[in-house]
């Protein structure tokens, strides 16, 4: 059974950093993609990033080079590391694993100052 549980969010003053953490249960990373999205409030579910089974990493033109998604296969870990925050990055925050069509229950993000 697969399960994906994020943590991490919460409020953060435009320009910093948080990273959040998302538990995999059920998935072999090594065979299979991970990935995250995104909601803000009023909007629909984004696409913000990816890493494939072979550890390569594509991330949302919006968030390229502020935000880094990795992966720890040997704690079924998945991480997006985000810096340089802005308000517009507010939203609620997703696991996803694509081939089992699973999402966690997400993780609120909030820029603000």
């Known amino acids: 059974q697969v399960q994906l549980v994020e943590s991490g969010g919460g409020l953060v003053q435009p320009g910093g950093s948080l990273k959040l953490s998302c538990a995999a249960a059920?998935?072999?990373?090594?065979?299979?993609?991970m990935a995250w999205y995104r909601q803000a409030p009023g909007k629909k579910r984004e696409f913000v990033a990816i890493i494939s089974s072979e550890s390569h990493a594509n991330h949302a033109d919006a968030v390229k080079g502020r935000f880094t998604i990795s992966r720890d296969i040997t704690k079924n870990m998945v991480y997006l590391q985000m810096t340089s925050l802005k308000p517009e990055d507010t939203g609620v925050y997703y696991c996803n694993a694509p081939n089992f069509y699973a999402w966690g229950q997400g993780t609120q993000v909030t820029v603000s100052s």
């Open positions: 059920g998935i072999d990373f090594r065979r299979n993609p």
